[in-house]
């Protein structure tokens, strides 16, 4: 079946950096463009980053220039390196894997993300 498998969340100083990875089995993992999307605290779900299967990116406007998203097809794996986190980066942090020609969305379970002295 397909899992999405988030890590490497934790607590973090501001200015810190973290690395989440999601490992991803059960699908054609290249095939698929893959995202993280993050919910802080009472708000909504929102996009952090995306990168497609042919490799093209696209951020967030908060994010883009401390965030880097980038992917392993090899491991079947997504990463996001965070860098200069800052307290409003604290929220749950979510994998997704998409197919816009199969109308296919796959959700991992999420990992905390903490930004706080």
């Known amino acids: 079946q397909v899992q999405l498998v988030e890590s490497g969340g934790g607590l973090v100083q501001p200015g810190g950096s973290l690395q989440l990875s999601c490992a991803a089995s059960g699908f054609t993992f290249s095939s698929y463009a893959m995202s993280w999307y993050r919910q802080p605290p009472g708000k909504e779900r929102e996009l952090v980053a995306r990168?497609?299967?042919?490799?093209?990116?696209n951020y967030a406007d908060s994010m883009r220039g401390r965030f880097t998203i980038s992917r392993d097809n090899a491991k079947n794996t997504v990463y996001l390196q965070m860098n200069s986190l800052k307290p409003e980066d604290t929220a749950v942090y979510y994998c997704?894997?998409?197919?816009?020609?199969?109308?296919?969305?796959?959700w991992g379970q999420g990992t905390q993300v903490t930004v706080s002295s």
């Open positions: 997704n894997a998409a197919h816009a020609a199969l109308s296919t969305s796959y």
């Open positions: 990168i497609r299967s042919g490799g093209s990116t």
